[in-house]
């Protein structure tokens, strides 16, 4: 039991990228985080860092922690009037689209 607890720590402590095994540094497109757009409450008025380079720990936000060294950087927004929105987990939207969902994970080339 004590060992099975070590492992699923060990486990909760590795990142994305040591998880899945992924070169964040030879990423080419952004990893596809969910296949669908999380709906989250945004304060409006507030500033947010959006992952896109889907290997965030904190998604749909940013972690700065897992986009260093690659080619995608974090997008800051500030929310509108809305307070509930859907916000792009594939990663894959349109960059006129910014954070928000646009239908592309309807396309995904998996
Ligand atoms: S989740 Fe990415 S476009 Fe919908």
């Not at 889907?54 to 080619?71: A, N, R, V, W, Y």
Request: with cysteine.
């Amino acid at each position: 039991m004590a060992q099975q607890t070590d492992d699923k720590k060990q486990q909760e402590q590795l990142t994305v990228c040591q998880r899945l095994n992924i070169d964040r540094t030879k990423l080419e497109k952004p990893h596809i985080a969910n296949p669908f757009p999380y709906s989250r409450k945004l304060e409006p008025g507030k500033e947010y860092l959006f992952c896109t380079c889907g290997l965030s720990t904190q998604q749909p936000f940013c972690d700065q922690k897992e986009c260093i060294e690659c080619k995608f950087q974090p997008l800051k927004f500030i929310a509108k009037n809305q307070t509930m929105s859907l916000l792009c987990g594939c990663k894959r939207n349109s960059q006129k689209a910014g954070p928000y969902c646009d239908g592309s994970h309807s396309n995904l080339d998996w």
